[in-house]
């Protein structure tokens, strides 16, 4: 397992290491000829971070901290501005077009907390899938089974930043999440990953997919690590969450849709998990919810994504349409035939949506379901056809973005044996928009029921 950002902290603070031991570690495994670096960022920022971290133990000698993540090498998602640079989002279609004036709040955020940022990491091109592939940059290998058969997807759209946390290239990775783009390739992974409430992290910077779904988050090996980064992300001063007893907690288990389609290793690794989490005490309930249900329809047309990401992208499609992931252009295109009624409509629906799910939930603590109802499909498997290539992002995509649509908070926590060499597996819990320290202090318990 990598190593949590408070073994880091401690470590940095008893003198056992420096931010410049750190960084100058994970810029090695980076640069590595026979790692997954050249797969994993799209630009390395080496002589930045080094300095970030130089200025770090500086100030710790001194008795100064700046925050709890100050020294320790981060990545960032190739979505943020980055002042001076054109934001790429995983493309070659923007070359050449205008470099970001300023950085992204988020950017400004890590910097001002002393984070040393190691790079961009690489992602689906312009965060539309939930696959992690990449024509243009190369696909970042899962960590599980990466010599066979030329590996697994790491899942997407956030591929790079798993990567890079977990082949210690950074102790954690900024990304983002609009339908799964965070939770999907820590599941994949074997590694924690929070998308928080859309409102809690500025987009100010962030190359939008859909306003209305877009947020921003961290993965990190465990769900401490990710309170951290998403303290730093959201401008707040840090409090560790308090661990909320398990015993008593009513998490809802619904039985429609998120179960559909579940493989034999994910079944049997969610269940074990809900064994194990009712006999520490947890109440499980299972009851459908009925608006799970009625979510594809709503999104037929393709929804807040195609819709925002057709205006986004028009004019550009329209310029260089032959420099796009033709896979990624054609969901894009979809847009294109929506009509002003049909985003309406969409707008509409979302609220009786939400407040119908909400209602349900009430009496809950929390949802519990698999992060994604499979185990990484094989890359090769992926790219032989255009069929199994929607096919699996359209499973992979279904869990997750429920939860987006309701404009909530969501964890994915690693449930499956990792010392027995099994496929990593996601345990999602998730909440209704605003429950956000409640849910990492209820995931801190869940946590350590699956650790042992």
């Known amino acids: 397992m990598t190593t949590c950002l408070t073994q880091h902290i401690a470590d940095l603070q008893a003198g056992r290491s420096s931010a410049q031991a750190l960084t100058e570690q994970a810029l090695q495994r980076a ?17 930045g971070a080094r300095a970030a971290a130089l200025a770090s133990d500086t100030l710790r000698a001194a008795g100064l901290t700046r925050s709890p993540i100050d020294g320790l090498p981060v990545s960032i998602k190739d979505l943020f501005n980055v002042a001076g640079e054109t934001t790429l989002a995983g493309s070659v279609a923007l070359r050449g077009y205008p470099a970001a004036t300023e950085h992204a709040v988020v950017v400004q955020r890590l910097i001002a907390a002393g984070a040393a940022i190691v790079g961009r990491t690489n992602m689906t091109e312009f965060a539309y899938s939930g696959l992690g592939i990449n024509p243009h940059y190369g696909t970042p290998r899962n ?50 990953g929070f998308k928080p409430t859309a409102r809690r ?34 401008g707040e001063t840090y409090v560790a969450p308090a661990v909320h007893p398990l015993r008593g907690l009513r998490l ?16 049997a690794a969610f269940l074990h998990s809900l064994s194990r989490l009712s006999a520490a005490g947890a109440l499980i309930v299972e009851q459908e919810i009925k608006p799970f249900g009625e979510l ?25 349409h032959d420099h796009y992931d033709q896979r990624v252009v054609s969901r894009i295109l979809r847009g294109k035939d929506m ?33 994604v109802p499979i185990i990484a499909p094989k890359i ?38 990792a010392k027995g060499g099994a496929a990593p597996v996601g345990l999602s819990l998730a909440a209704p928009g605003g429950h956000d320290q409640r849910l990492l202090s209820m995931a801190l318990a869940v946590e350590q029921v699956l650790l042992v």
């Open 143 to 192: 960590p599980w089974q990466r010599e066979l058969d030329g590996g697994r997807i790491p899942g997407g759209s956030s591929s790079g930043a798993a990567i890079s946390v977990t082949d210690g290239m950074a102790v954690a990775g900024v990304g983002s999440d609009t339908g799964g783009s965070i939770r999907i390739p820590a599941a994949f992974c074997g590694i924690t």
């Open 339 to 371: 009509s002003a009624s049909d985003l309406l409509e969409v707008l509409h629906i979302r609220p009786r949506w939400q407040a119908a799910v909400e209602q349900q939930l009430a009496g809950f603590d929390a949802m519990i379901m698999p992060t």
């Open 201 to 234: 992290v500025s987009l100010q910077g962030v190359l939008p997919l859909s306003q209305n779904l877009d947020s921003i988050g961290a993965m990190a090996p465990t769900v401490s690590c990710c309170a951290m980064m998403d303290a730093v992300l959201a």
């Open 380 to 417: 090769n498997d992926l790219l032989a056809s255009d069929e199994a290539y929607y096919t699996a992002n359209g499973l992979i995509l279904r869990n997750p973005t429920l939860i987006n649509f309701l404009d909530g908070c969501a964890i994915s926590l690693p449930c499956h044996d």
């Open 252 to 267: 809802l288990l619904p039985t429609n849709v998120v179960l559909d389609g579940m493989d034999v290793p994910v079944a």
């Open 296 to 320: 594809a329809a709503i999104n037929g047309k393709g929804g807040f994504t195609a819709a925002e990401a057709y205006t986004w992208h028009r004019q550009l499609i329209a310029e260089r």
């Open 31 to 47: 640069i590595a000829p026979d790692g997954e670096g050249p797969r994993v960022f799209t630009r390395l920022y080496a002589d």
